[in-house]
Each structure stands twice: as C-alpha cells, then as structure tokens.
C-alpha cells in the first residue's frame, strides 16, 4: 500500500517531464530509475533540482560497452522528504562521446563533469570550466583509465595547468602547499590578497589520488570491502558500512536487528570520536593549546574504547557483508557506557571553557561564512550543511542500519560561519550519546550476519551513511562471478571541498587554518 | 583564566612512556603461525586482501609479508587448522624491510 503511494508521488513528480522520459522503472524500494535521451539532461536535471527541491547525490559515468554497447551516466537525485532517489541514466555513444553539461542549471554537478572527462573521456559540452580535475595537467589529454580497454602506464607530459590571472597590481598571489608544513594532507592553495584579506581563492586537489576505483575494478566482493575500510583515514567505518549496503541491497538481503543495532552503536562511535578531536583541533586555527590537548586527550580514550571493542582504534574490520564479523559481549557494551559518561562530562567543560575564552568567540564568530544559498546550490552536506540551514541528515532522510529506531535531533544552525560549525559539532556529540544510549537499552539478541547470496551481474545499487564529515554515497554495480565491475565513491570530502573557497574571499589570510579545519575535509577521500 | 588553569591542574600528565603496556586483548597486531598445525592448503593466501601471504609453488612454504598486512584477520578468521592466529604485538618497526618478511617452512604435503 505504501509502495503504491509512493510509485504515485513519484509518477506526479515526473509527469511533467512526460514524454522526454524514455521508460521509468520502479528498480528497488527507493530507488525510481528514468532513462532519457542526452539532449534533454539540462532540461530534466535543472526541474529535478530547481522545481522540485531535489538534491544531486552523485553522478557515474560507466562504460559499459562490452554488454551495452555504449557509455552510461547516472545522475542520482535524493529527495529527502519522500525518502527516495530518482536516478537519471542516459546513454552515450562511443563514436559522439559528448553530453550537454547541467552545471550552468545544477552548479553541484561541476566536478562530477569535469571527472567524467578526465576519466571517461566523456565531454560535458558547454561546462564553464574545462581544465582537467582529478588528473593533473600533466596526463596526456587522451587517455582514460577508467575504459575498460585502458592500457596503462601512461608516460606524463609537460604541465597544461594554469591558475587564475590577477591583472591589478596590487593583488599580491600567495601560494600554498601542496606540502604543508603540519600533518595534513597535499592540496594547494593559492590566495589572491591585497593586504592581508583575501580576494579570491583557489584550491587545487587530488594529489593523493590512488585509483580506488580502477583498482577495486575485478575485486571479488568479500575483498572489495577491504578496500572500501582503507577510502578514508578517519571514516573508515562509515565506508566499509556504505559500501556493505550496497552489496546487502544489490543481493536483496535484510539484515538481523542485532547487526543494525551495532551497527548503529559503532557509527555513532566513529562521530563521537572524530566530532571530539575535530572541536579540540578547531583550537588550533586561534592557537588555544589548551583545548587542543584536551580534545586529543578525549579522542584518545574513545580510540582506545574502539581498540577494546572491536580491535582497531578506527574501527577497522568489524563490518562483514551481511552483518558483523565479530560480536560485542555484554560487558564490552557496558564499558561503553562507562566510558562515555566519562568523556561526556569532560567534553562539557572543554566546551565551556572554550566558548567562554573571549579570543575563542571573536576569532570564530562571522568567519568564513557559507550562506545557505550556496549551500544548496552546491549540494554541500552534513556538519557544513547543517550549520548553514540546510536541513540534510541522511541517518533521518534516507535511515539505514537502526537510524528508525532511535530518536535524535538534527542539530540545526543558521549563522553558516565556523562558530556555527563547531556549535552543529556540539550538538551532534551530544545527539550521538543520546542515541548510543537508547542503541544499548534496545539492543536485541541474535544473529549478526546472513550469508550473502549470488548476486546477478550488472546489478547495480547504492548504499550510503552519514560519515562524521557527512554523508558517503558508494554506488556499485556488481559483474560477472561477484566481482566489482564500477565503483563510484563520493564521499562527503567531494561535496564540500568546493565550497570551502566560497566562505574565505573577505577574511583575512590567518584566519583560512581556521575555516578550513572548521569544515574539517579529507584530501584522500575526496582524491580516492 | 582560572577556570582553564584549574582544569590543566585537575588533568594532570596523560603523556605515557614507550613502550607502552600491552596492546588491549582483541588487538589485531602481528599474525603467528604455527607451521606444525599448517597443512598448506593455502585458504589464507586466497583469503588476504592485501596479498600479504604468498606462497611458493615449488616447496611448502607459507611467506609472510608483515608489511603489507592490514591486520585485517581474515587469514585467522577462515583458517580450517587453526594455524594462524593474531596476536596483540603492535610493535612493528624494522630498518629493513626484508626483517618484515618471514618466509615458513610448513609440514603439509598438500602444496606443489
Ligand atoms: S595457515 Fe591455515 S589456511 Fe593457511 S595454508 Fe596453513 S592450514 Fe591452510
Ligand atoms: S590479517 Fe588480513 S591482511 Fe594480514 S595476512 Fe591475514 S588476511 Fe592478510
């Protein structure tokens, strides 16, 4: 009855787009699927997004030319107040490999274009911006390894890249990275100032890319998975629990409660962790050692509780396809609750000594703001989103593992600056605790794994979770002898770094540390 | 100002010394085999995900390479003879990489 209801909403939403929409078919619970022809992608893109509030989740392009005979793109919409996806798939030829670009029409499709490009070798026609993205100037501009026949090595050439041009005089360039003098990660930035505030930004990435999903290309499953943990230093579980929803969805399989349950239990462990480091880290953009220790301190005992609960401080190999690998004893799920109600009362006190230290409110106050506009329009995700009003949480949207069961808030600000991101943080170290709580009051007993079944080839599906940086979205299309034979991975890193320069022109030059640990990005998993 | 000063002073030292006291009990560090229980059926070298065990097709010998291992206990988790097992050994340190690869002479008559 209710599926009904839904295959209605979802016909209304469509029927305006009436005949350009080739077929549609209903392919999973959640999931509608319109195939359309190439011409019409700005036209039913841009009404998606702009006339019915839907949200670019991700885009794939595969080649599927040994069993389709053609390119495919994917672009999937969310639409979280019906709690579905809407996945537009058009076809490209071999012979024409070129598509009209939506980003003039859906800015959030930018990258995932320009990807295409660099890894298909699929055009988007019309695209503002035609420099190569996740391959550097110096790939040669005709080789594409994600195509099935690519043939590597490639021997590199001389750099094409450029930089945007300042003409007035008095714009001083200032470049950054991409090896940096602390422990993050290679990205370079270069600032175009006068004075000491920022004009223009510009943030070159992917230098840590590794070819994941090339080389996961062919991986059974079982191992896949492996790979999957690795996407991410500090998001490992909300991968591998992404992308064990994928196969559990493409195979049809449900899961026993008590493997959603942990589940649940051991992702809110990984927010706790990560949320509680990242406000001790946040210290570090004004210089307050004192909430920089404490919050390493704190993440430290919660790494140390991962380590006794499953063996890995970043909660590494407890995820099975199909469940849990290994079970929590009873006793281990008390020290949990031991050890939170410990950390939650020092965590206060970080918080209050922090937000009561005058230095700490004016550095973090009106900087680096992201307006809710810009957020939507880039389709910006979890702490960043949230902190600037838009109301996305895909635990809420879209609930997996036993994100139903529980109750919690969806901490919610409006300011969009970094004292609202660390606020939104706060928040959700507070609503994490609240449902780890009612995770162990409600844990039922039982299995925690089902043996996943033969999955037919060229099944495709999704999974996804709200990652402490927010939501990951792994796309899978299973091949022949359960194998992987496209993996697209998008991890919340891929949605906000694009908006990061948007929030400093108009700050000065020291407080960009700031802003950029207050949006708290990966590099790899953005680069993968 | 106080407040901050009487929480550094409630805190204390939290640094600790290396080595530090054992790894917690479900630990996955440095895999042991048992070459005696081994039969060489080699599930574990099918079963890793990094391609840290290998074996060699000429003679039974199961080769570990501690470097590539990502601790993942798959070997361990699927071994029939119970052969394999990880232990909470986290210090892993060498200067040269061959220290890291333990090349195991096993019993079993199965390989070839
Ligand atoms: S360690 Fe176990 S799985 Fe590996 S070859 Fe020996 S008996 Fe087989
Ligand atoms: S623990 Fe995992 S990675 Fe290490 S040898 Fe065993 S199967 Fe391979």
Redesign the pocket.
């Given at each position: 009855m209710i599926q009904l209801t839904k295959k209605q909403v979802v016909t209304r939403l469509l029927q305006a787009l009436g005949k350009k929409i080739v077929s549609s078919t209903l392919i999973r619970e959640h999931e509608t699927e319109i195939v359309i022809e190439k011409t019409y992608l700005p036209e039913v893109c841009s009404y998606l997004v702009n006339e019915k509030q839907g949200r670019l989740f991700t885009m794939v392009g595969n080649d599927e030319r040994q069993h389709l005979g053609s390119f495919v793109l994917y672009y999937v919409f969310s639409f979280d107040q019906i709690d579905h996806f809407i996945t537009v798939k058009t076809l490209i030829d071999e012979a024409d490999p070129v598509f009209p670009s939506i980003s003039v029409q859906v800015p959030a499709a930018n990258w995932y274009e320009r990807e295409v490009k660099d890894l298909l070798g699929l055009r988007a026609l019309g695209h503002p911006d035609r420099r190569p993205l996740v391959l550097h100037g110096d790939w040669p501009e005709d080789q594409y390894p994600l195509r099935k026949d690519f043939q590597g090595p490639v021997a590199r050439q001389s750099d094409r890249e450029t930089t945007m041009q300042y003409e007035g005089r008095d714009v001083t360039e200032i470049p950054v990275g991409p090896i940096h003098a602390g422990i993050i990660e290679p990205g370079h930035f270069r600032f175009g100032a006068v004075g000491d505030t920022v004009l223009h930004l510009e943030a070159k990435l992917f230098y840590t890319h590794r070819g994941i999903e090339k080389s996961s290309e062919g991986l059974p499953l079982s191992k896949a998975l492996?790979t999957a943990e690795r996407i991410c230093g500090v998001c490992a579980l909300s991968h591998a629990v992404a992308f064990a929803q994928a196969v559990e969805s493409a195979a049809q399989v449900t899961l026993p409660p008590r493997a959603l349950y942990l589940r649940t239990l051991l992702l809110e462990l990984e927010r706790l962790y990560n949320h509680i480091g990242d406000i001790g880290n946040m210290c570090a953009g004004f210089g307050f050692a004192v909430g920089i220790s404490h919050g390493a301190r704190l993440r430290e005992q919660l790494q140390q509780l991962n380590e006794q609960l499953v063996g890995h401080r970043f909660l590494r190999g407890v995820i099975a396809l199909g469940g849990l690998r290994f079970d929590l004893a009873p006793a281990e799920i008390r020290s949990v609750s031991d050890v939170l109600s410990q950390v939650e009362a020092d965590f206060d006190q970080l918080v209050e000594i922090i937000l009561s230290h005058e230095i700490a409110m004016d550095r973090m106050a009106t900087t680096g703001v992201l307006s809710l506009e810009q957020a939507v329009d880039l389709a910006v995700v979890g702490v960043a989103a949230r902190a600037s009003g838009h109301s996305v949480d895909i635990r809420r949207d879209h609930p997996y593992a036993a994100y139903r069961q529980v109750e919690f808030p969806v901490a919610l600000q409006t300011a969009g600056d970094v004292l609202a991101r660390f606020n939104v943080r706060v928040a959700e170290v507070k609503s994490s605790l609240l449902m780890i709580q009612q995770v162990i009051e409600q844990l039922p007993s039982g299995a925690i794994a089902v043996p996943i079944p033969a999955i037919k080839p060229y099944t495709q599906a999704m999974g996804w979770a709200e990652s402490p940086r927010g939501e990951v979205c792994h796309w899978l299309m299973v091949g022949p002898e359960q194998t992987v034979f496209r993996y697209r991975i998008r991890s919340a890193a891929y949605s906000n770094w694009p908006a990061v320069p948007l929030t400093v022109p108009g700050n000065i030059v020291p407080d960009f540390p700031l802003i950029n640990k207050s949006f708290e990005l990966c590099y790899s998993c953005c680069d993968r | 100002m106080f407040e901050i000063l009487r929480k550094i002073w409630q805190t204390g030292t939290v640094t600790k010394r290396q080595p530090l006291a054992e790894a917690a009990g479900k630990y996955?560090g440095k895999?042991e085999l048992d070459a005696a229980k081994c039969n060489g059926c080699r599930d574990?070298v099918g079963?890793?995900?990094?391609?840290?065990?290998s074996g060699s097709s000429d003679r039974p010998q199961i080769i570990?390479e501690?470097h590539?291992?990502?601790?993942?206990?798959?070997?361990?988790d699927?071994c029939e003879q119970r052969a394999?097992k990880?232990t909470n050994q986290c210090y892993l340190e060498a200067k040269d990489k061959q220290d890291l690869i333990a090349r195991i002479e096993v019993s079993g008559e199965k390989c070839g």
């Open positions: 492996f | 996955r895999i574990c079963i890793c995900p990094s391609g840290a065990l570990i501690h590539k291992c990502v601790f993942c206990g798959s070997c361990a699927n394999i990880m």
